[in-house]
């Protein structure tokens, strides 16, 4: 399980270190894609298969814009000697990242977020909502 908040800097290339706690669950190859937030899911190979699979069961006609946005930007890679992963233009486009970032470990995945976009993010968190859903779907 994936768990924690670590806090980083990109390199001048565009490289992250995934944090060791986190490497030594996701195994040697990552796969990273466009989340839903702005922000960018790193899954093992395993777990990202697992939820292409989910993804594939749905009806093509429905999903196939989802399916693109999923891979379109997706790569599978292996963090270099000292733990970094190069993270393509597009990825950090679409999560906005600058410098400062949140590696978040989040049960099955983690997460890469700009600091500023998560710290703007969970301020505007409702609570209640979360609240309401764990006790609507009987959690």
């Known amino acids: ?9 990109l390199d001048a290339k565009g490289r992250v270190f ?20 702005p922000c960018i ?10 939820f292409a699979s989910r993804l594939f069961a749905l009806p093509e006609i429905e999903m196939r814009d989802v399916r693109r946005f999923v891979f379109e930007a997706a790569q ?3 963090p270099d000697a000292q733990g970094r992963v190069l993270l393509l233009p597009a990825l ?8 400062d ?7 099955d995945h983690a997460e890469i977020w ?3 976009t998560y710290q703007t993010f969970v301020s505007s968190r409702n609570a209640e909502e979360m609240i309401r859903l764990l006790t609507e779907k009987q959690f």
């Open 1 to 9: 399980m994936l768990l924690g908040e670590y806090s980083y800097a």
């Open 41 to 50: 899911n790193v899954y093992s190979r395993e777990a990202f298969e697992s």
């Open 18 to 37: 995934l944090p060791a706690r986190l490497r030594e669950e996701l195994t040697a190859n990552v796969v990273l894609s466009k989340a839903v937030d």
């Open 76 to 78: 599978e890679v292996s």
């Open 92 to 99: 950090r486009e679409w999560a906005g990242l600058k410098k």
């Open 114 to 116: 700009d600091k500023e």
């Open 101 to 107: 970032v949140l590696i978040l470990g989040v049960g």
